[in-house]
């Protein structure tokens, strides 16, 4: 089993900046990938960003230039950096971790861009 604890969502106003953070415990594969999806309300859960362990990462259309995710293998943790947020990217956003054939998802931080 693997745990994801969420932390670094809130409330921001358009073009502000806010960073997610996830760390992974548990029993923790040598490869993995980990990402954020967010799932706006009435509309389906999307990936965002992911990371695999290679380093290389993999974006949304809708967010290339604006976030970045990274991760720190040692404390298994992913990080996604926010910036230029948009009234669009007001979602529940997940950490996301698969290894193996095994999925995990974080509780969901609550990200909300409104003047």
């Known amino acids: 089993q693997v745990q994801l604890v969420e932390s670094g969502g809130g409330l921001v106003q358009p073009g502000g900046s806010l960073r997610l953070s996830c760390v992974a415990s548990?029993?923790?594969?040598?490869?993995?990938?980990m990402g954020w999806y967010r799932q706006a309300p009435g509309k389906q859960r999307e990936l965002v960003a992911n990371i695999a362990t290679s380093g290389r990462p993999n974006y949304v259309d809708s967010v290339k230039g604006r976030f970045t995710i990274s991760r720190d293998n040692a404390k298994t943790a992913v990080y996604l950096q926010l910036n230029s947020l948009k009234p669009e990217d007001t979602a529940v956003y997940y950490c996301h971790h698969a290894q193996l054939t095994q999925s995990y998802w974080g509780q969901g931080t609550q990200v909300t861009v409104s003047s």
């Open positions: 548990g029993s923790i594969a040598r490869v993995y990938v």
